[in-house]
């Protein structure tokens, strides 16, 4: 089950708002009568195996996060997540991608087909809410990707490709703002794409540090007030 995939490969923020199936793992349906199917039963233990994953990396980092502790705090054999996704650094992988598409899932439920500016804003709502909705989720990927940085892991591949495809968007909703005419034409969309990124992955560690002292709302509100003043066209 180990996940290698380039880039261009990965769900983009503004195919997931396109309406673009997003490349991800769910439940197949259940069957009205009878047991649960094979792919069933898999997506199950699959589902099982990364929440235990993500709740011992909550408890005891990356570090003590075996593929055999996964495997028995999932409730199954020793073997099953050794079976499963081969080893620890792929179960992460997998873990990132998940992650992604859960995002990219929320995002286009919250953006759907707007544009330009109001697609940044609205990426802000996306994930303000997020964040309050999947909190231990959310913990749960920053101590896995601030503790693979230090390594050349497939966890930091993933991370380094998304980061790039969220950059590539925001900036891509910029310059639509601005030939729509709705963005001052002196925004580089480049830099507010890095400035928007470098906003929520900031925010985000200081708020999981220490919740009781950022006032989340706040922040992301006032950088909504700093993202209308910035779009706004000057004579």
Same mark, same amino acid.
């Given at each position: 089950?180990?996940? $290698? ?76 997540? $050794? ?31 707007? /544009? ?48 790039? &495809? ?11 703002? &601005?030939?729509?005419?709705? &963005? ?13 990124? $470098?906003?929520?992955?900031? /925010? ?24 209308? $003043? /910035? ?5």
């Amino acid at each position: 089950m180990k996940s $290698s995939s380039p880039e261009k490969a990965k769900v983009t923020l503004r195919e997931a708002t396109n309406g673009k199936p997003l490349d991800r793992s769910k439940k197949p349906r259940r069957a009205k009568i009878g047991r649960r199917t094979q792919a069933e039963r898999t997506a199950l233990s699959d589902e099982r195996m990364f929440d235990a994953a993500m709740q011992i990396i909550i408890e005891e980092g990356t570090h003590s996060t075996t593929l055999k502790a996964v495997g028995e705090r999932a409730g199954y054999s020793r073997g099953l997540a $050794s079976n499963r996704f081969g080893s620890k650094q792929a179960l992460f992988g997998q873990l990132v991608v998940r992650f992604n598409n859960e995002w990219a899932e929320e995002l286009a439920s919250k953006v759907g087909q707007q /544009t330009g500016a109001q697609a940044c804003l609205s990426a802000l709502h996306a994930v303000e809410g997020f964040l309050l909705n999947h909190s231990e989720y959310m913990k749960a990927m920053y101590i896995l990707w601030f503790e693979s940085i230090s390594t050349d892991s497939e966890v930091r591949s993933h991370l380094t490709d998304y980061h790039q &495809i969220y950059r590539k968007d925001v900036a891509f909703w910029v310059r639509e703002g &601005i030939e729509k005419g709705e &963005i001052d034409n002196r925004v580089d969309p480049e830099c507010y794409a890095f400035q928007f990124n $470098s906003f929520i992955f900031g /925010t985000i560690y200081q708020w999981l540090v220490a919740p009781e002292k950022v006032d989340l709302a706040m922040q992301f509100k006032m950088y909504r007030e700093s993202t209308e $003043s /910035t779009f706004r066209k000057r004579d």
